[in-house]
């Protein structure tokens, strides 16, 4: 089955420091990538969607120029958390459409960031 | 815009009892989709319903959508430890079947002895 591939699953990173977490579309092309965050006990909010190719749309209230996001190629999207801060620690989750059945969605397994 | 609620958002069950999880939502919805979250993991697909009237069924879950209430129910027959876990539905809007997701505030089920 489709597989959406995310690294890494955890890091823990300085204040001020960048941070980038990759997902990897493995069989099949994903040419939207929608990511979301999830602070504990809460539901997924999206911050962003992705389209390989053209800039991302970033959700109400999400930050451009904080929460980088490209998709370059037809397998990679990334986000690029800059100039991290402590607020900003929480369970990021990409997620591709899976377009060849009509329906549904793979997930990656997340990534658990966590800003000392 | 689309909302997603759902209800309850604690669930405390004891094992082989039944119970049911409410997803209501504000528009109408190309899709509903239930998933599970176990701690510390990404999400696990469990069902989705495309049309009106659809019923599917895994194991001891089974879910249904009416769109004419805007509802869809999750079903949880004799329960088991191994539900433990929390629950969320999620639906899709905007004219696309490939629309960004609009996630209910979950479920949390616990299931004891």
């Known amino acids: 089955g489709a597989v959406v591939s995310q690294h890494p699953s955890w890091v823990i990173c300085k204040s001020g420091t960048s941070v980038k977490i990759e997902c990897r579309s493995l069989?099949?092309?994903?040419?939207?990538m929608f990511w979301y965050r999830q602070f504990p006990k809460q539901s997924l909010m999206l911050m962003a969607t992705s389209n390989e190719g053209s800039k991302a749309t970033y959700e109400q209230g999400v930050e451009k120029d904080k929460f980088l996001i490209n998709h370059a190629s037809l397998t990679l999207s990334t986000l690029t958390v800059t100039s991290a801060h402590p607020e900003d620690s929480s369970f990021y989750i990409c997620?591709?459409?899976?377009?060849?059945?009509?329906?549904?969605?793979?997930f990656g397994s997340g990534t658990r960031l966590t800003v000392v | 815009e689309l909302k997603v609620e759902q209800n309850p958002l604690f669930l405390s069950m004891q094992e082989g009892k039944n119970y049911t999880i409410y997803c209501n939502y504000s528009t109408t919805s190309d899709r509903l989709y239930w998933y599970r979250q176990d701690p510390g993991k990404s999400l696990e697909s469990l069902f989705v319903?495309?049309?009106?009237?659809a019923v599917k069924q895994e194991g001891r879950l089974m879910a249904s959508l009416d769109t004419k209430a805007r509802l869809s129910t999750l079903h949880i027959t004799a329960a088991v430890h191994d539900l433990s876990a929390t629950y969320f539905c999620?639906?899709?809007?905007?004219?696309?079947?490939?629309?960004?997701?609009?996630f209910g505030q979950g479920t949390i089920l616990t299931v004891h002895p």
């Open positions: 999620a639906g899709n809007a905007g004219g696309t079947s490939y629309g960004k997701l609009t």
């Open positions: 069989d099949f092309q994903a040419t939207t």
């Open positions: 319903l495309l049309s009106n009237g």
């Open positions: 997620s591709a459409p899976q377009s060849w059945q009509g329906h549904g969605y793979t």
